[in-house]
């Protein structure tokens, strides 16, 4: 084992989305230590233009830098879908990542069989259209419906994800009625935090419709990246997981363990980037 190899995993998101990818993570890389940022003070993101964004990015991947991480996962799709265009980590002197576009598409582009996907994201995911060019640069027959859905992040990070939540329900319907008339048969749940409300979206969009975590898929994409790149932990025990947040630790540490379950044995503190 080296050095190199015991240096944790980074991972952002605005909020609690990104713990869909640390959950994954945790399965597929049960040895690894994790650094998770939630940068609650300034959720939602996928509202904000574009320059906004790459500025609060920047300041989450400093952070998640001086722990040395040898990984940074992107797991936001506001964040993902203008790290491009952007370049957030120029100068920042990491020197692996990845966002959770590729990964999603390449799920997505593999899971349909009749050549339709819809994506749902926040404004700013949707606007920059990068689901759709990353789709159709593999496969240009495939047919992309796209829709923001700018209520659901408020609605995860205040806890509104039971399946029997009349207004997420009514949320839901409204934002994805249309798409469920399109005939699709995957669909990418491009923003993070979607995965919380996936029965909601399972019962309008139909049990048959192949649904996306974007999150879970870029966990799957470092377990192969780590692996390529000999960079897997070798140690013998549970990896620690360590979260941070920029607004109050007593409601992450409430929604962390919502989502997580409490035997994920996690320390949540409040930082300042
Ligand atoms: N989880 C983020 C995403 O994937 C949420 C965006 C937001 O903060 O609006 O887009």
């Given at each position: ?76 799709g506001?964040?993902s ?18 966002g959770v576009i590729s990964p999603a598409v390449s799920a997505a582009v ?9 994506v749902?994201g ?8 990068c689901y759709?060019?990353a789709i ?52 990418i749940m491009g923003?993070t ?19 996306i975590s974007p999150g879970a898929e870029a966990?799957?994409y ?52």
């Amino acid at each position: 084992m080296t050095a190199a190899n015991d240096r944790p995993i980074g991972v952002f998101d605005s909020g609690i989305g990104g713990l869909t990818c640390l959950k994954e993570l945790k399965e597929l890389l049960p040895h690894e230590d994790i650094v998770y940022l939630g940068d609650t003070a300034r959720v939602p993101y996928g509202t904000k233009s574009r320059e906004t964004i790459a500025g609060y990015a920047r300041q989450d991947i400093a952070f998640l830098k001086k722990f040395d991480v040898k990984l940074v996962l992107v797991a936001c799709g506001t964040v993902s879908s203008v790290m491009e265009s952007v370049s957030i980590f120029d100068g920042s002197g990491v020197e692996n990542y990845s966002g959770v576009i590729s990964p999603a598409v390449s799920a997505a582009v593999k899971a349909t069989k009749n050549g339709r996907i819809g994506v749902i994201g926040t404004p700013a995911t949707v606007r920059s259209q990068c689901y759709t060019s990353a789709i159709k640069a593999i496969d240009s027959n495939i047919q992309v419906f796209s829709r923001a859905c700018p209520m659901f992040v408020p609605l995860v990070e205040n806890g509104y994800t039971d399946r029997e939540n009349k207004v997420t329900r009514l949320v839901a319907e409204e934002y994805l009625g249309e798409m469920a008339n399109e005939n699709v048969d995957t669909l990418i749940m491009g923003c993070t935090h979607y995965p919380l409300l996936k029965d909601i979206f399972s019962d309008i969009m139909g049990s048959g419709v192949s649904l996306i975590s974007p999150g879970a898929e870029a966990a799957k994409y470092a377990l192969s990246l780590l692996t390529e790149k000999q960079l897997l932990s070798d140690k013998a025990d549970c990896g620690s997981c360590s979260l941070y947040c920029t607004d109050s630790e007593e409601l992450f540490a409430d929604n962390v363990a919502a989502f997580l379950g409490s035997d994920i044995n996690a320390s949540v503190k409040k930082c300042i980037l």
